[in-house]
């Protein structure tokens, strides 16, 4: 085996679409991660020498969002989903060089440093411009914070794109009849300073660089369609407190859009620091970089970033790949309505072999198309290939080597079989560089299914009693197309073909360092076979109706309702309450801390109402209270209650009596 020096010198550099640590997993994140994979394995398996990073996007308004619905700092929920999307890739095989974080000291001085330079070339300009402001709130309103009507459409839309119709981004200002999403009140335009990136100076420049850069056609051409048209300036700044500051300004941060790439360029140089390599070779000097994103960021990736990138006088990407979307069940993937299959929850919990779900996402069609996942075409590809063709060919040829011989017999290999893998080498090879993974499967596939094919017509059950020696060719003849497997699949499926590995006789792990040339080596006679076992296991229609029955309740097609008796009614001690004083809790501004007079004592309750009432408004307002509830602590502070309130689109609204009640009474 000629395995690849580590310490020389990385001569590609790879990069995924950041995942945004506002949630957990799906499988519509892993149309990009896997293939990505896959794509550098190959490279090195041809004696290249990719790096390959990725890192969470950390930054932006619904972060900030969901972390005061949770009670956390922003910092704390990025924490928790960084972690989470670490070991989901741990778990499924994804193995990146470097796995950092835009919230990282290095990304902070990155993008200072590629917004001044945008700026001192005159790209970056100051602009004042009508702002949401939201007078019951007294602030001005991050493009998350806004809802309204789309000036282009008409459709209800947030404020920085139109999400229920047209589609279209959204610049600050623009959106018509904006109300705030904070307190449900009107906002009204006020007068603001910002900053905007001079995208429409890049037109001639971005019909170049596309007409040059490799990557998917749809990708590129999709881009192109959009710098034809009017390209607008973008306002690259936010009013947030949480985020990367605008150079120079304590009260805004740059848009997410910004600093996100930029974490491609400070993952290397953080990974660089450590492995005595330059970054400035890639992001500087012309050494290709290649972006696998999603068809939903072309946009961003192929117009706003290379653009970023020109006007600082930093490296372009040479490749931009973007993999179609994702359907669950044929319908179009919706995490609120339901269609989505989450990583962790649906497919780890329930045991299913990573490797399949790798084989799937690469397997079932182009990578530009759209993939759609659905538990019975999982089942059946399962079945029918990997079970019924790969899994068969390995495990009959190991077994009746382990049983026969117990090691890999001595013979001659017939030509052709060393042949069928030479060209599948070099067609493997081709379906890479065009990014075709599904062809890639399908080219290895058509290897086992001519291995079977061999195998059966050798009938080498016969031959071991009428013809040993022509036994023996044909025994490690199936060997070594099982070796060829191995290292062709390892992209693929990296732990069956590990495990394949291991049962061959030969350490395991060494399958990930091969190259393809040494699928050609012939195999030592002599070698020892170990007992070989299944390589994977049938999924049932057992298994098959489960899932999709965890997928059906989630899209509400099994509703249940829960009953309780009167007797359940009267366990909860329901009390009204007067509010003695609030104040803030440091630290989360949703939450407030509530010093409710109950009657007979004085209980301390928090509540998530920071965002919509003013701590003042609430002082003397009866208001409504479990009062057996179990104290649970929120930022170090005890709440010895809850408040009721109703869920008004996601805003809290307190419930109190119509007229004064009294401190302490019950509701019944």
Same mark, same amino acid.
């Given at each position: ?471 023996? $060719?044909? /025994? #490690? =003849?199936?060997?070594? %197309?099982? *070796? ?7 992209? &693929? ?89 609030? $104040?803030? /809790? #440091? =630290?989360?501004?949703? %939450?407030? *801390? ?7 004592? &004085? ?66």
């Amino acid at each position: 085996m000629r395995e690849q020096g580590t310490n020389s010198e990385r001569d590609v550099l790879v990069t995924c679409g950041l995942p945004y640590a506002n949630g957990k997993a799906h499988i519509g994140h892993l149309r990009t991660y896997i293939p990505a994979d896959i794509y550098v394995r190959v490279l090195r398996k041809q004696g290249r020498n990719p790096l390959f990073v990725c890192g969470s996007d950390t930054h932006g308004t619904p972060i900030v969002i969901n972390a005061e619905k949770e009670g956390l700092t922003p910092k704390e929920l990025v924490e928790i989903y960084h972690s989470h999307f670490q070991e989901i890739f741990r778990k499924l095989n994804i193995s990146f060089d470097y796995y950092g974080s835009t919230d990282s000291p290095t990304n902070h001085a990155r993008t200072h440093d590629i917004v001044m330079r945008n700026m001192n070339a005159g790209y970056i300009y100051p602009k004042k411009v009508e702002l949401a402001y939201c007078p019951v709130c007294d602030r001005f309103l991050p493009d998350r914070y806004v809802e309204g009507i789309c000036p282009h459409c008409g459709a209800v839309a947030r404020g920085d794109e139109c999400d229920q119709g047209c589609g279209a981004h959204l610049e600050p200002g623009e959106i018509k009849e904006p109300k705030c999403k904070i307190c449900g009140n009107s906002a009204e335009y006020r007068e603001q300073e910002h900053f905007f990136f001079r995208l429409s100076a890049f037109r001639d420049f971005l019909l170049d660089y596309l007409d040059g850069v490799d990557g998917t056609p749809h990708a590129i051409n999709y881009a192109k369609e959009w710098v034809r048209r009017e390209l607008k300036d973008w306002c690259i700044t936010r009013n947030l407190e949480w985020g990367v500051r605008f150079p120079g300004r304590d009260d805004l941060v740059v848009y997410v859009w910004v600093d996100a790439p930029i974490g491609y360029i400070s993952f290397t140089e953080e990974w660089c620091e450590g492995h005595g390599e330059d970054w400035k070779g890639f992001w500087m000097n012309g050494k290709p970089i290649v972006h696998f994103i999603g068809l939903d960021i072309v946009y961003h990736h192929c117009i706003f970033w290379p653009s970023l990138l020109k006007g600082a006088g930093y490296g372009l990407p040479s490749a931009i790949v973007a993999s179609g979307m994702v359907k669950i069940e044929d319908k179009t993937f919706s995490k609120s309505r339901g269609y989505v299959v989450w990583v962790e929850d649906d497919y780890l919990k329930n045991e299913f072999d990573p490797d399949v779900l790798r084989y799937y996402i690469a397997s079932y069609t182009s990578h530009t198309k759209d993939l759609n996942f659905s538990w019975k075409m999982f089942a059946e590809k399962n079945n029918q290939e990997l079970v019924a063709s790969l899994g068969n060919f390995i495990h009959r040829t190991l077994t009746f080597a382990y049983r026969n011989f117990g090691a890999v017999p001595n013979g001659n290999i017939d030509d052709e079989i060393m042949e069928k893998i030479s060209k599948t080498i070099d067609e493997v090879i081709k379906a890479n560089e065009r990014y075709e993974f599904k062809q890639y499967c399908d080219l290895v596939m058509a290897l086992a299914d001519f291995g079977n094919s061999y195998f059966q017509k050798g009938e080498p059950w016969k031959k071991v009693k009428e013809d040993e020696a022509r036994c023996r $060719e044909i /025994i #490690k =003849g199936c060997l070594q %197309l099982c *070796k060829a497997l191995c290292i062709l699949f390892e992209p &693929v499926i990296p732990s069956a073909m590990e495990r394949a590995f291991s049962m061959m006789g030969f350490d395991g792990s060494d399958v990930h360092r091969m190259r393809f040339d040494d699928a050609l080596v012939e195999l030592e006679s002599g070698t020892k076979i170990l007992k070989p076992t299944p390589l994977f296991r049938r999924i049932e229609d057992a298994d098959v109706k489960r899932m999709e029955n965890i997928l059906n309740e989630r899209i509400g097609k099994k509703e249940t309702k829960i009953e309780i008796t009167y007797e359940d009614f009267k366990k909860l001690d329901i009390r009204v309450g007067v509010v003695k004083d609030v $104040e803030r /809790i #440091k =630290g989360a501004n949703r %939450l407030l *801390k509530l010093n409710v007079d109950m009657g007979d004592e &004085v209980r301390t309750i928090v509540a998530g109402i920071g965002e919509c009432y003013r701590p003042d408004d609430l002082i003397g307002r009866e208001v409504i209270v479990v009062a057996n509830m179990r104290p649970t602590k929120f930022f170090g502070v005890v709440s010895e209650g809850m408040l009721l309130a109703v869920d008004d689109n996601g805003t809290p609204i307190i419930i109190s009596p119509e007229r004064r009640a009294g401190a302490g009474k019950r509701v019944k």
